[in-house]
């Protein structure tokens, strides 16, 4: 704009309002318009700053995110940006310290019943569950394509595939059923003849896999 001479006033800082640069050098205002960068976070949230004024605009924000997370986004767009951006926590917690260790065993005790058995992973994440389990016949599905090229990368000798949220799954011999994810109390392992007695007694849909 100066090499075309024009009078140009600039807008008040408000309305870009950057949150890629150290706080004390940014005013404690409530911005209008935030210029966010690459600074978010592994859940998709806009990451706060330490100051009162932006910190209660970007969490007023974040609420208006996890509503439109819920009800809007494509899971394989979450799960890619989450394994992008922090591969570390990867899957989650889910799949990290106490309650990995919970899992590995439900799943490893489970396997000692079949003598060649043959697992479906449905929802297999970044493998830190399954990766170390003695099959030699697993198939491997996910939504993300993150998720599945960190996988490979584990146990490339093991199939993976991607696969949409209305694909049809294949049976294996044992399914890990989350009742709540947020808990490993409330994980189960089951065969395949114990799911269909329970099957025809609820009206609860399930797949077989591991998850």
Aim: some cysteine.
């Amino acid at each position: 704009m100066r090499d075309l001479q024009e009078n140009v006033q600039h807008l008040d800082l408000a309305w870009n309002y950057p949150t890629n640069v150290p706080h004390h050098v940014l005013p404690d205002i409530f911005p209008q318009i935030l210029h966010y960068h690459a600074e978010l976070t592994s859940r998709l949230k806009l990451k706060t700053i330490g100051l009162r004024r932006p910190d209660a605009e970007f969490t007023r924000f974040n609420e208006h995110i996890a509503n439109f997370v819920q009800q809007n986004l494509l899971n394989s767009v979450w799960w890619n940006f989450r394994y992008f951006i922090d591969p570390e926590l990867g899957s989650g917690i889910g799949s990290r310290g106490a309650s990995l260790e919970y899992k590995q065993k439900l799943l490893f005790d489970m396997l000692g019943a079949f003598d060649d058995p043959t697992v479906v992973d449905v929802g297999c994440g970044d493998l830190e569950v399954t990766r170390s389990l003695p099959v030699s016949r697993y198939h491997r599905l996910d939504v993300a394509a993150g998720a599945l090229e960190i996988a490979r990368s584990k146990r490339p000798d093991w199939r993976f595939d991607r696969i949409g949220m209305d694909d049809l799954i294949k049976e294996g011999d044992i399914m890990l059923w989350p009742r709540r994810a947020d808990s490993p109390a409330h994980m189960r392992a089951i065969s395949r003849d114990d799911y269909e007695a329970e099957r025809r007694c609820s009206t609860s849909p399930g797949r077989f896999g591991i998850r």
